[in-house]
């Protein structure tokens, strides 16, 4: 088995700061994806690389930078995060391209920011 | 549009029954996966179907295979640890993304 970790487990920020999420995988799996969840909705899709240094652009990319700097690591960056924002950030990963494979998800960043 | 759309959204039942959960979808999909998130905020995936039923345990999903066009997972003999919010998330063909829909919250009474 293999496991996904992300740091930090919470992370409070000031406005127009730039965070950092980091995400690490041990399955060594191809692609990862990095998301985001508002208390009580789903889930939108951020960035996500299907190999190292490989990017692509999700639904909310828009004031997010990401970097697959080896294929077991994939962080995030809020280049400037927005007052009072409140959200937790999933990092996910699965085996392969061509989506046939289950994915597995990190136990999130909650990110505050004052 | 949203192209996973989940229903219920919210859903409360008392142990022992047995319900249904389901997502449709805007387009074609090429496959399906089912997650629960627990209280901490775990997501935990119970199913991925490229088609047809897959079981396990009380659990069991469809994935429509003629249409691709809806997925379905059904609950038997609710059990307390079953609550959570159920989310579903299809992905298209050549795509290597997975749409969220924006989940079922299931609350088991006793």
Redesign the interface.
């Known amino acids: 088995g293999g496991i996904i970790t992300q740091t930090p487990k919470f992370l409070i920020g000031q406005e127009g700061q730039k965070l950092t999420l980091k995400c690490q995988q041990n399955f060594n799996h191809d692609t990862m994806y990095w998301y985001r969840q508002d208390s009580g909705k789903g889930l939108r899709l951020i960035y996500y690389s299907i190999t190292e240094n490989d990017l692509q652009k999700g639904d909310l990319s828009e004031g997010y930078d990401a970097s697959r700097e080896k294929k077991s690591s994939f962080s995030l960056t809020v280049t400037s995060a927005q007052k009072n924002e409140m959200a937790v950030f999933l990092c996910a990963s699965r085996s392969g391209t061509g989506g046939a494979e289950t994915l597995y998800f990190g136990s999130g960043t909650r990110l505050t920011v004052l | 549009g949203d192209q996973v759309e989940q229903s219920p959204s919210a859903l409360s039942l008392h142990e022992g029954t047995d319900s249904a959960l389901r997502c449709n979808f805007t387009t074609t999909m ?2 399906v ?1 089912w ?1 629960r998130q627990n209280s ?6 119970l199913f ?1 179907l ?1 088609s047809g039923t897959k079981e396990n345990g009380r659990l069991k999903s469809a994935f429509d295979s003629k249409e691709r066009r809806y997925s379905t997972l059904h609950i038997r003999d609710a059990q307390l640890e079953d609550s959570g919010t159920y ?1 579903c ?1 299809a ?1 298209s063909g050549g ?9 079922t919250q299931l609350i088991i009474q006793p």
């Open positions: 090429r496959s996966q997650f901490r905020g775990s997501l935990i995936s991925y490229a989310f998330a992905e795509a290597d993304r997975l749409t969220f829909g924006k989940g």
